[in-house]
């Protein structure tokens, strides 16, 4: 996703050399930006395919297979529709690329689909904190568990969280924009240059409130149960780690991967982005930090086909019912 009418103009390799000592600020700071016209359909079409086919999987598993929903149950189906919806919008995007920044659908479906990126992607991050806050509560307070989590408590955090991200989001539905460029119709998933400081200063509320505080939130959560899980179970050495052990430990390398591949880098490289165009950084070290921002974006979205990863992984219910499908 990119921003190349709000600061600066794309042009060739060569273009960016002759202009690389020019800053934002003289409108003249000339992108290199020909990668992302073969980076960006290529990586959006593979997750389109490949998260559309896991979800898919995933959801009829959930409706089909897994009956009772337990709350983590409950947690993992929000989050696989959460990424369905996402890869659903994904086709546009691969052929906005694909025709090197031409949007020919329209304003409110360009407002949408940013939209979407982001309704995804904080929802994907309260909706695994949920996950790790209740595999939390059940390592570290099995007793409390039994009165705490429940079913029924677990599909009324999960319309909070639908409820509170739509809320927050509504914003980036007035600041998203199109605009036009010769003979061709952009789709900017920030605003106008004039509304630029403002659109920063509501993302960093947002990234705060959504990321930040989930992120130390499961950190210590995952503190907490390391120091519980890696106490030896009985005085006896050999003896083998539990299955809730192994499933607990599972779940807490797939969540942190998922953080470490998509969250996580997103909004260091989009900070910095910002930052520097804030700043009016010089031409060199914009584009570098663009190019850099511009690869973390197919990460952050590649999100949607890490989370079945967890599904196996972390639920030996759904693991055995998959297996047992597939014999059938």
């Known amino acids: 996703m990119t921003h190349p009418a709000n600061t600066a103009t794309i042009a060739s390799s060569s273009q960016l050399t002759a202009n690389v000592s020019r ?28 998260g559309l086919f896991l979800n898919c999987c995933s959801l009829w598993m959930f409706v089909f297979r897994l009956r009772p929903w337990n709350a983590t149950t409950t947690y993992m189906f929000h989050l696989a529709i959460s990424d369905t ?16 920044n031409n949007w020919p659908f329209g304003e409110w479906l360009c407002k949408i689909v940013r939209f979407l990126f982001y309704t995804n992607l904080y929802s994907s991050i309260l909706f695994l904190t949920c996950i790790s806050i209740h595999r939390y509560v059940g390592i570290c307070h099995p007793i409390r568990s039994l009165k ?45 240059p004039e509304e630029f400081g403002r659109y920063v200063r509501y993302c960093s509320s947002v990234m705060t409130l959504f990321f930040g505080i989930p992120f130390l939130v499961i950190v210590v959560c995952y503190c907490q149960m390391a ?8 005085p006896s050495s050999n003896q083998s780690i539990p299955s809730y052990k192994r499933r607990s430990i599972k779940m807490i390398i797939v969540v942190l991967l998922v953080f ?31 190019i850099i921002y511009k690869i973390t974006r197919p990460l952050a979205s590649a999100n949607s086909c890490l989370d079945p990863i967890l599904y196996f992984l972390a639920g030996d219910t759904y693991r055995g019912r998959l297996v047992r499908t597939r014999i059938e």
């Open 227 to 234: 120091k519980r899980l890696w106490k030896p179970h009985s």
């Open 85 to 100: 919806l996402y890869v659903l919008s994904l086709p546009t995007l691969v052929y906005y690329y694909a025709k090197r």
């Open 23 to 50: 800053g934002p600020a003289d409108g003249k700071c000339i992108f290199n930006e020909e990668f992302k016209f073969v980076l960006l359909p290529v990586s959006y079409g593979t997750v389109c395919v490949v």
């Open 260 to 290: 470490a591949i998509s969250f996580l880098p997103f909004h260091i490289t989009r900070t910095l982005y910002y930052t520097s165009r804030l700043l009016k950084a010089n031409c060199y070290t914009l584009n570098i930090i663009n």
């Open 148 to 192: 705490w989590v429940k079913t029924r408590h677990a599909r009324l955090v999960c319309v909070g969280v639908w409820i509170v991200v739509t809320i927050c989001l509504v914003p980036n539905l007035v600041f998203v924009t199109i605009s036009a460029r010769g003979n061709e119709t952009l789709c900017h998933d920030t605003t106008k």
